[in-house]
């Protein structure tokens, strides 16, 4: 008992000095067993080497056997980790998958831990090898005049980084300046504006390298088939939605 007690003392310990709980991503129950990366948000930057204090664990069974790119990708501001589950692994065709496997499997349910506690649970769904499709999205419009937040539905989670790859233009072909951020698993962007809505027909513009956590980029595919012609990966897609009156 006493040893427990004093490894729950030092992980509580270790949560204060971040500034509090990380939150991981993708934040929704599931994923999928093709998964390329991951994300961990402290409230406050950590010391150099979280990487070798996180490990994947299958439920009722052991660590699985090294699972990530032994590389850390950091923000700008030394707060979101970025972790790539082993491409070579994830990715069909290639020796690495065809010798280990993907680390992530169908059914299971794994769970993300720092210093042998707990971040987050996932269960491990059918792998996704589909891009983005915004002609499968729908928004969910505000009314002129109000500060309501303007929601768009996805056809699947994006990627939490990429919240910042989509803007709202307005009539006047300005930018709509406001808040963005995602919800339900990331299956929904929304920005509250900082000024009122204006009536009228609104843009939504999305930056071609929009991903989704498999390495699925708007108009390309992280599986994308050999002798496929690449798509035009500079032009943004875009979605128009319009504001109607009080």
Do not use: C
């Not at 993300?112 to 915004?134: E, F």
């Not at 499968?136 to 303007?150: F, K």
């Not at 496929?228 to 009156?245: I, N, Q, S």
């Amino acid at each position: 008992m006493r040893t427990l007690a004093f490894a729950v003392a030092i992980f509580v310990n270790s949560l204060a000095a971040f500034g509090g709980a990380p939150r991981v991503f993708p934040s929704g129950g599931e994923i999928p067993e093709n998964l390329l990366r991951l994300s961990i948000a402290f409230p406050a930057a950590p010391a150099p080497g979280i990487l070798e204090r996180l490990a994947l664990r299958a439920a009722d069974g052991p660590e699985i056997d090294r699972p990530f790119l032994q590389q850390e990708l950091w923000s700008p501001d030394g707060k979101t980790l970025t972790l790539l589950l082993h491409p070579g692994r994830v990715k069909s065709g290639l020796r690495a998958h065809d010798e280990a496997g993907r680390p992530l499997r169908y059914g299971d349910h794994v769970t993300l831990l720092l210093d042998a506690r707990a971040l987050k649970t996932w269960r491990i769904g059918p792998a996704r090898t589909a891009a983005p499709d915004p002609h499968r999205w729908s928004v969910q419009p505000p009314r002129a005049g109000t500060r309501n937040a303007v929601v768009v539905a996805l056809d699947a989670p994006i990627d939490a980084q990429a919240v910042g790859y989509l803007v709202i233009v307005s009539p006047r072909g300005e930018k709509v300046k406001g808040h963005a951020t995602l919800a339900a698993g990331e299956q929904h962007w929304r920005l509250t504006p900082q000024a009122a809505w204006t009536e009228g027909e609104h843009r939504i513009l999305i930056h071609p390298r929009l991903e989704d956590s498999q390495g699925n980029a708007l108009r390309s595919r992280f599986e994308q088939k050999p002798g496929t012609t690449p798509e035009d990966t500079a032009k943004p897609a875009e979605l128009r939605f319009h504001v109607g009156g009080v």
